[in-house]
């Protein structure tokens, strides 16, 4: 009796002296930080996925693989833009693999079943690419962050810029999911209310590139221009066909800037002179982006685009947060709140994130000339994603 009351004493004082000396040792803050990495490795997307991927990874290894004192290890997953399959996936990472923080991804659609999951669990989730309005909207969560944009971003100031250049009918032309729509409805909103009309809007399911029918329908209509979203693999055919049916010279194609970043090798020519909006272009002569540009170039032997840099500024993020909370990721209101104080240094121009956790940030209109998107101007600054929905 005597000896297992000594003992019970022993263990609960030996416990307190080991909280003391290091707090949190019996939490989660020990040990390597598992990043579920959920992005496209195949299909029209395939090529984002990678630049995400390289840019997280570049940002780790210059922190010499570590985010706040916790050592990185990833677990990947090819989520192919299927959302169908995206429930399965994420639910992998989070039950099976037990990764602490997810990372993905390119698609909407796959990205608003990330964001379920993430909800539901509470594991941390930064967005690197989809834009799905709901993720930052009805959607929001504590523990979800965006270092993207939001669908609403790049389409509100393009609908701005046409209004203003003169433009008064539009037709749009876009994939028929959440991205294509909400891009389509952002550009809609600031182009009516710049006093155009969107006189046709046209689209196709995600992700079909036989697009002769519609631009027969656009030759057809004739407007004044058109505005599209496209990205990846889609975007370079696109551009190709609009050019071959003899379209580009007669009436004037925008778009959404995924329509030439990360594509240009590909589309060659037929991209030149383009007009485009988007968080970032190939000519900010910033030290900043010239920094990044350089380390990219190196590691990987290939030019950054869009897609490299929200990449990397995931990995800010989730520095950011790590840091805040000395590596412990049940902290997650501190973690919450470092985020929505920090700035994070990006190479597209520093940002702050919005009360739903949507990159507040400049929107450039950039031009196509060679193998760059150059910037022209900046068509919104610190744009902010209105956050419908969110109650936070
Ligand atoms: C999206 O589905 O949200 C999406 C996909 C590719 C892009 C941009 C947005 O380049």
Redesign the pocket.
Known sequence: MKTRLLSTAFTTVFAAALLAAAPGAFAQNTGKVKVGLMLPATGT?AA?GTAIENGFRLYVAERGGKLGGREVEFVRVDDESDPAKATDNVNKLVKRDNVDVLVGT???GVAMAMARVAKETGTVLIVP????DAVTGPMCAVNIFRSSFS?WQPGYAMGDVMAKRGHKKVVTITWKY??GDESVKGFKEAFEKGGGTVVKELSLPFPNVEFQALLTEIAATKPDAVYTFF??GGAVKFVKDYAAAGLKKNIPLYGAG?LTDGTLEAQGADAEGLMTTLHYADSLGTPRDGAFRLAYAKSYKLQPDVYAVQGYDAAQMLAVGLEAVKGDLSRKADFAAALQKARIDSPRGAFSLSKSNNPVQDIYLRQVSGKENKIVSVASKALSDPGRGCKL
């Open positions: 997307f984002l390119v698609h909407s690419n989809a834009g799905a669908n959440a991205a990205a990846g995924f």
